[in-house]
């Protein structure tokens, strides 16, 4: 099975590259590239087999789901431009080679030094979820207006700059866990005990919120929820496997469709192949050139380091980012956690980085503790999918990660059947 899943896994990295030239040869912005140095391949080839070899085949802790999810979906895109991007650097691949090592490498062994959470009641459970999904969502209506209108998923960025001045930080987090951490969790629950009728009015919900806030992640995120849903239920044995054959399948399918009808292909390459795989990984690189020759914030953006540190720039990262290598600070180009771990700290945020993941994990393990992962792993699939795209303090409370961990803590242990997999 290990050597299918590398084959499985260099067959994804060839794609990957194959792509960044379509990209780069179609002029979109912020994709350029040199020519290939064989000694570059071979290296990038050589770190993305040594850590293929660690990747746990079958998952067992949702932090095991979690690094996976990662390493497929932005480790590999890094390594695959390495010898492609013209940012790109060999301490920069190193760098994240080395944190995923790190984090491929959790024993588990903190499982047991907690208890479970405190635990609700199936049908209490259940209450409480429809109960917030009502109250927050009449409330955002109530705020927002009602927009039922589904916005042009090619122009939403009007939608999102009037949601934006419409929107406070209370507002804004009351929609980001509604969208990201308690429907979703209502949705896997509804999936999981088969109850149609509550799929249909979570789905509704979903895209409700992406009407009034324009954010394609609450969109797409259906499918995230629902996709690690069924791998997590069918390949629970083969996860590893599973992802990274399904975005094999999936960029083919979706480069085939757009090789073959650009016009219309081209909306539908651009969100699912360009945007989720590609730009993150271009991001990664630029976020260390950039922050290499002109210094780094050491977390002067962010309390309480902002009480007696001076902010050295005039923008945000994601800003700045977006001014100088697309041309308008109106861009806001945010990169995976270690990207803004090195705009911090430099290499030693990468350590960082794995500190808190380590501390998050240990919570997360510990009150997953014989619970079903097929309604543990999907809960986390958004806040979880941000790491690709912010910073780790951003996803924990405005993502929603730890509300979500509360959640988790909620979770009775025998909401489902003795024959699912739980942590052991």
Not at 257 to 284: A, E, N
Request: hydrophobic residues 50%; glycine residues 8%.
């Amino acid at each position: 099975m290990r050597y299918i899943y590398l084959s499985v896994l260099l067959i994804y990295r060839i794609g990957l590259e194959q792509n960044y030239l379509v990209v780069a040869q179609s002029g979109w912005a912020g994709f350029h590239f040199h020519s290939v140095s064989v000694i570059d391949q071979l290296t990038s080839y050589g770190v993305l087999l040594t850590l293929g070899f660690l990747v746990p085949l079958s998952c067992r802790r949702p932090s095991q789901y979690i690094v996976v999810l990662l390493f497929s979906l932005s480790y590999v895109p890094i390594t695959a431009l390495y010898p492609l991007a013209d940012e790109s650097t060999l301490p920069g691949l190193l760098a994240i080679s080395i944190a995923f090592a790190i984090l491929l490498r959790m024993d588990g062994s903190w499982i047991g030094f907690m208890r479970g959470g405190m635990p609700l009641t199936r049908p209490s459970l259940i209450f409480l979820l429809i109960s917030l999904v009502i109250v927050m969502t009449l409330a955002m209506i109530g705020h927002f207006g009602l927009h039922l209108n589904f916005p042009d998923l090619a122009d939403v960025y009007g939608l999102r700059e009037m949601h934006t001045m419409q929107s406070t930080r209370g507002w804004g987090y009351l929609v980001a866990w509604l969208a990201k951490v308690v429907n979703p969790m209502l949705l896997v629950l509804a999936l999981y005990r088969k109850q149609w009728w509550l799929v249909a009015v979570t789905i509704a919900v979903q895209i409700l919120i992406f009407n009034t806030t324009g954010l394609k992640t609450i969109f797409f995120g259906l499918i995230l929820v629902g996709g690690l849903y069924g791998l997590v239920s069918w390949f629970k044995e083969r996860f590893a496997l599973s992802i990274v054959l399904t975005c094999t399948l999936g960029i083919a399918g979706i480069s085939a469709y757009f090789q073959m009808l650009p016009d219309t292909g081209k909306l539908l390459y651009s969100l699912l192949v360009r945007r989720i795989f590609l730009v993150p990984g271009s991001l990664y690189y630029k976020y260390l050139e950039y922050f290499s020759e002109h210094g780094l914030i050491y977390f002067s953006d962010r309390l309480p380091f902002s009480l007696f540190l001076s902010y050295p720039f005039s923008n945000t990262p994601p800003k700045l980012i977006g001014a100088h290598y697309y041309g308008s600070s109106e861009v806001s180009a945010n990169a995976n956690i270690f990207a803004d771990g090195f705009a911090n700290a430099g290499y030693s945020g990468f350590i960082i980085v794995c500190v808190m993941l380590y501390g998050l994990f240990f919570f997360l393990d510990n009150l997953s503790h014989k619970k079903d992962l097929r309604i543990v792993v999907p809960l986390l699939a958004i806040p979880s999918y941000a790491m690709i795209n912010t910073s780790l303090p951003t996803i924990l409370v405005t993502h929603g990660l730890v509300l979500g961990v509360v959640l988790i803590a909620l979770l009775p242990s025998k909401l489902c059947s003795e024959r699912i997999t739980r942590i052991e």
